[in-house]
């Protein structure tokens, strides 16, 4: 079946721009992340969906960063008055939340954000 | 909070031969499981292998094992026989099983090359 989809797969904008990047999971998961991957760094939690829940936003950085869920499947991450240190890749990955599943996180192709 | 250590910035290996990853991560919980992501150049992250924290038995993906020592904290990947399309960034993760922490923490990664 399909995986995980972002698009735009790069984007490149100016400083003091919004941006949106989206995030298709995979059909049927609940649960829902989206990642930062700063230059030579490891992945850094943003915000985590899981059904109708209210997200869990511990990981934004900033007030400029928001994201939101429609109807349990599509994502849309947006990140206000960008800033030279926003450049960086955004993941999303999706999974199952049984401990079936091993709670296994299927993550999309990401998004590069350059802002220059 | 957990963290997450990879100490191993670079490492190479001889194709056909064997190399080791080095993961050491810090928690208080005694249930949680540890996973290995590949990251190739097309950024794309996939799942090498997975390990429960209450099984002792290591895992094992064809080529691919963990040695998961749970009292030093310790889950280094092993690749026997290497290839060239290993060649790759690899990430060790954590994913709490407490409350609503679903998302995983990341080490910063080590870069495997693989020289023919």
């Known amino acids: 079946g399909a995986g995980v989809s972002q698009s735009p797969s790069n984007k490149v904008t100016e400083k003091g721009k919004d941006v949106e990047l989206r995030c298709d999971p995979i059909s049927g998961h609940t649960a829902l992340y989206w990642y930062r991957q700063s230059l030579g760094q490891g992945l850094e939690f943003l915000i985590y969906f899981q059904g109708n829940s209210a997200p869990d936003k511990s990981g934004l950085p900033s007030d400029r960063f928001s994201a939101e869920r429609t109807g349990g499947s599509v994502s849309t991450l947006t990140i206000q008055r960008t800033q030279q240190e926003d450049s960086a890749v955004y993941l999303c990955?999706?999974?199952?939340?049984?401990?079936?599943?091993?709670?296994?996180?299927?993550f999309g192709p990401g998004t590069r954000l350059t802002v220059l | 909070a957990q963290t997450v250590t990879q100490s191993q910035p670079e490492m190479s290996v001889q194709e056909a031969e064997t190399v080791t990853l080095s993961c050491t991560y810090d928690?208080?919980?005694?249930?949680?499981?540890l996973f290995w992501y590949k990251q190739p150049p097309s950024r794309q992250m996939i799942l090498v292998i997975r390990?429960?924290?209450?099984?002792?038995q290591n895992a094992t993906e064809n080529r691919f094992s963990v040695n998961f020592q749970k009292a030093a904290k310790s889950f280094s990947l092993k690749i026997s026989d290497s290839q060239l399309g290993d060649a790759a960034m690899y990430f060790c993760a954590y994913r709490s099983l407490r409350g609503s922490q679903g998302n995983l923490i990341f080490g910063k990664g080590t870069k495997l090359s693989v020289k023919p």
């Open positions: 928690t208080s919980e005694s249930d949680y499981y």
């Open positions: 390990q429960e924290a209450y099984k002792q």
């Open positions: 990955a999706s999974s199952l939340t049984t401990s079936g599943s091993m709670y296994e996180q299927f």
